[in-house]
Structure formats: structure tokens, C-alpha cells
């Protein structure tokens, strides 16, 4: 019942930004952990960043540390990722999850979150 809805992805050159939004519906938003995943073709989905059900803590792969910013608005059930200095190696569909606890420590794997958004896909690319 619960439904996730991405927007903000597209096509960028390396060094830019881009700002990927979700939104909420049909569900508790502000008792759940939400992270962001992303998938390359022919890579395994990773993990990209997560925050706790309040906004108090946050987590990042190593990969995007101190270029992206995940961050969440629970008045209008949104959670956003933003993305700067990205690199063509950032390419992929981008997909917002829910997770099931209100705040998951230290690894995040896609099986441990059973809502997922449609996808929106960044190219990062000259």
C-alpha cells in the first residue's frame, strides 16, 4: 500500500549536480529509515545513503562521502538526495527505499528494505 515516487534524474556533465526527490504515500513516513540505492548496468544494486526516521543520523557509502547529501522533510513525506561533483562512475537508475525500523546501524543491503520506487536514472556523462 505504501508508495514511492522518484523524480529530479536525468543527464549531467561531470562536476555538476543533480537533486533526486521522493515522495511518500499510504504509509507512517516519519517512523521508517529511508535510503537510497543505485544500480549500474550489469552491477549489483549498492547502496548509496540512508537516514533515520527523524532526520537525526545519517550514513553514506564511501563512494559518494562528502558529495552527496541525503535529507527528508516528514511534514510532506519526502526525502531527498543531493548529488554534487558527480562523476560518470555515479551513472545509474537511482531507486528511494523504506526500510522497516526506524534506524538500521552500519550495513545496508537492499534485502533489508522491502519498499522500493520506481527508479529515475542519472548519466553522468561529457
Known amino acids: 500500500q505504501v508508495q514511492l515516487v522518484e523524480s529530479g534524474g536525468g543527464l549531467v556533465q561531470p562536476g555538476g549536480s543533480l537533486g533526486l526527490s521522493c515522495t511518500a504515500s499510504?504509509?507512517?513516513?516519519?517512523?521508517?529509515?529511508m535510503g537510497w540505492f543505485r544500480q549500474a548496468p550489469g552491477k549489483e544494486r549498492e547502496f548509496v545513503a540512508a537516514?533515520?526516521?527523524?532526520?537525526?543520523?545519517?550514513e553514506y557509502a564511501a563512494s559518494v562521502k562528502g558529495r552527496f547529501t541525503i535529507s527528508r522533510d516528514n511534514t510532506k513525506n519526502t526525502v531527498t538526495l543531493q548529488m554534487n561533483s558527480l562523476k560518470p562512475e555515479d551513472t545509474g537508475v537511482y531507486y528511494c527505499?523504506?526500510?522497516?525500523?526506524?534506524?538500521?546501524?552500519?550495513?545496508?543491503?537492499?534485502?533489508?528494505?522491502?519498499?522500493w520506487g520506481q527508479g529515475t536514472q542519472v548519466t553522468v556523462s561529457s
Open positions: 527505499t523504506r526500510d522497516s525500523v526506524a534506524w538500521r546501524f552500519g550495513t545496508h543491503r537492499p534485502e533489508y528494505y522491502p519498499i
Open positions: 499510504g504509509g507512517t513516513f516519519d517512523s521508517y529509515s
Open positions: 537516514i533515520s526516521a527523524m532526520g537525526a543520523t545519517t
